[in-house]
């Protein structure tokens, strides 16, 4: 198989014209924003814990500055560009980009007052007290100038902007102070700006769970970065920029100096967004405006304190009572049966029984990270081979690869450096894989290496044995903990060999390869998936059983949508777990009455994908790291496996199950767009937390 980039085509569909194509999809960057308003439900959820409720209202300001940096960002150079190509839904990208800011605007806005009205007031009522500078006692005022003095005043460097000043430039997402200073002799004003230092931590502790936002303190002591002067007037602002990193890969005869050179290029996009307090003066703001080259609807006025991602430190304090239960992972009970003196055998299991993991309930450190430890120090291991896309240079899995390097087995990574806002980290550990005697490929040149693949060479007694892990979710220890995905532990022969051929393809050079079991995009996904909603459409309509489930983070691709739309159309029941973004419409009736669209997010995140066909009764269930988009069918290689054991796909299929019956609380999508959370039964009755439901399945299935 030849891994290119795939050009994504949309032939006619073959759906009536009673629905034209605009009336088909949500818009994308639309649906987005209501997955992030999904996740600013959940901040606003009385019923959750308080801590909980920080943690969600940190991860919006997150996710929605990377919305910016990335898809606002795309829409605004198009506009720029003068690019008319109209999306799906038949818009412009001004008007996806005008209606993009607006229902921004508005999130910003609930967002602020979540924060201002009620998180502020009931931590507060829980003793942990969030304050502005004038809120602080003189004694706590008498120690924060302290510490400005000792720790803060050393990093800042006042900028001042006059003739022989330029306007400096305001790196993205950085928290600033807009100055306007006066020397008392000439009269003269002046502007000035000051950053906020990064590496210090958002909200400084006052005392035992009083914090006071940085900006605060260094506001209170400018007279110590301007002597003399009289300080008139200070404003915090914030600025977000593009940040999407573009590498012309056909040019660039190495992909690690292309992405390096990209990566200096980023920090000089383009604004996109300026974020200023409420209160902040006419004539500054407009200085700013046109400095940064701001267009009004890009200007967003909040109350302070901006930047509330640094809710994340308060989120993480020390009140179990605040917090959801403390939640272990647990040995999967498949690798506990198998024990040895020191430590669960994971070789000797997987030559058993394929073994099937669902993180966090199964102990990611205990089941992939132990796989290839033990690969590691096993001197029967002749070679490892992994794709590493997100993770941490000081991880475990890292280790792993520079132990078995240093034991003189053939270790390859693959690692993906155009991995979104992760490419600096992956090139530094990827170096330091490299200096460890790693041997590493940097992805490929046209395709973002995606899927998540371990493979283990062995000399035992009857020959070579291979053993493979494919995974739903990087290997990232870290984010294992919170992150729900899926993992394949096998020896299963067929499976092991395409791995193989499949890292064989990643490192070198190879033609046309064919896979006997698993389905690789950009080439084979995508077909297979149409393939087998065309056999449930025919196994409908000669009166066999027929369904479809999936489970996935996005839905977007459009053929993959229209295929679904035929399947509805020929009487399948299609039944979509989607996590964020869906632009299928649902409920519509003659096009997609026969598709329902529910979402879940709680305290993990909702990360695996599985894809479920009922095909007679006889299901083909197949899991992997591909979403339903564009770029994970084209532009990404990506792995799909079809589980082969009958009590794991059984397994699967009782997961989906529980997300998508009436007992369940989720959201539901309806044929306008919105997201309806339903948390009660039509008699009043409390709906289950799936989450909640697995932890307490997970328990009872004893794992150790």
């Not at 958002?202 to 003399?228: K, W």
Request: net charge negative; charged share 25%.
């Amino acid at each position: 198989m030849n891994l290119e980039p795939v050009e994504s085509s949309h032939p006619a569909s073959g759906l009536t014209e009673k629905f034209p194509i605009p009336q088909r999809y949500f818009e994308r960057e639309v649906s987005w924003l209501s997955f992030n308003q999904r996740v600013l439900d959940l901040a606003q959820d009385p019923t959750r814990p308080l801590l909980e409720r920080v943690k969600f209202a940190s991860i919006f300001a997150s996710n929605l500055d990377e919305f910016f940096m990335v898809r606002v960002a795309g829409l605004k150079r198009r506009v720029n560009a003068g690019i008319a190509v109209k999306s799906p839904t038949g818009r412009l990208p001004r008007e996806i980009l005008s209606q993009t800011l607006q229902v921004s605007q508005h999130l910003m806005g609930r967002h602020a007052d979540l924060f201002a009205t009620t998180l502020r007031p009931k931590l507060k009522e829980h003793g942990i007290e969030i304050l502005r500078w004038n809120e602080l006692t003189p004694a706590e005022q008498e120690g924060q100038t302290k510490f400005f003095q000792d720790q803060v005043f050393p990093v800042l460097t006042p900028l001042a902007v006059d003739p022989a000043h330029p306007f400096p430039y305001i790196s993205g997402l950085s928290l600033n102070l807009a100055i306007m200073v006066r020397n008392p002799e000439t009269k003269n004003e002046m502007f000035a700006r000051v950053k906020v230092p990064p590496l210090l931590d958002r909200f400084i502790q006052v005392n035992p769970n009083r914090f006071v936002p940085l900006e605060d303190v260094i506001s209170a002591n400018l007279t110590s970065l301007f002597p003399g002067m009289e300080i008139l007037q200070h404003h915090a602002f914030r600025v977000t920029r593009n940040e999407d990193v573009e590498v012309e890969e056909d040019d660039a005869e190495n992909l690690l100096d292309a992405m390096e050179k990209e990566l200096t290029r980023r920090r000089f996009g383009n604004a996109v967004r300026l974020e200023v307090e409420e209160n902040i003066d006419q004539h500054i703001l407009d200085l700013l405006v046109d400095e940064l080259e701001i267009d009004s609807d890009e200007l967003f006025r909040l109350p302070g304190p901006l930047d509330l991602r640094g809710l994340s430190l308060i989120a993480d304090l020390k009140f179990d009572a605040l917090k959801d239960p403390n939640f272990q992972p647990r040995t999967s009970p498949e690798l506990a049966r198998i024990e040895s003196s020191s430590a669960q055998d994971v070789l000797e299991a997987m030559r058993s029984n394929d073994i099937l993991l669902h993180h966090p309930y199964d102990s990611f450190a205990t089941s992939v990270t132990r796989f290839l430890q033990q690969a590691a120090a096993d001197e029967r291991v002749l070679a490892i081979k992994q794709t590493l896309y997100r993770t941490s240079g000081d991880s475990a899995i890292v280790e792993a690869l520079i132990d078995a390097a240093a034991a003189g087995k053939q270790v390859l990574a693959i690692v993906e450096i155009k991995a979104r806002f992760d490419e600096e980290n992956n090139i530094q550990w990827a170096r330091r894989l490299e200096r460890a005697g790693v041997h590493v490929v940097y992805g490929m040149v046209g395709l973002k290496t995606h899927c998540k693949l371990s493979l283990v060479v062995r000399k035992e007694e009857d020959g070579i044995r291979r053993y493979a892990h494919i995974g739903t979710g990087n290997y990232h220890p870290r984010t294992a903990r919170y992150y729900e995905d899926l993992g394949l532990l096998t020896c299963n022969p067929q499976i092991v060999s395409d791995v193989a051929l499949l890292f064989n393809q990643l490192s070198g050079y190879a033609h046309e390869a064919q896979y006997d079991s698993i389905y690789v995009a950009p080439k084979s996904i995508r077909p297979k998936l149409l393939e087998l909603i065309d056999q449930e459409i025919h196994n409908h309509r000669a009166g066999l059983t027929s369904g479809i489930r999936f489970k996935c983070n996005a839905l977007v691709d459009e053929r993959i949508t229209d295929a679904l739309y035929k399947a509805s159309q020929a009487g399948v029941q299609v039944e979509l777990l989607v996590r964020g973004m869906c632009t299928l419409r649902p409920g519509v009736i003659g096009l997609s009455e026969n598709i329902t669209v529910t979402s879940i997010l709680g305290r993990f995140l909702e990360h695996s994908r599985i894809y479920e066909f009922n095909n007679d009764s006889n299901p083909i269930v197949l899991v992997g790291s591909a979403d339903l988009m564009n770029r994970n069918l084209d532009r990404r290689v990506e792995v799909l496996v079809p589980i082969p054991t009958l009590r794991h796909q059984k397994r699967l299929s009782e997961l989906l199950d529980l997300g998508l019956a009436p007992s369940t609380s989720a959201w539901h999508l309806n044929s306008e767009g919105l997201w309806n959370l339903v948390t009660t039964s039509l008699s009043g009755e409390k709906l289950s937390d799936y989450q909640e439901t697995l932890i307490g399945q997970y328990e009872l299935r004893g794992g150790k």
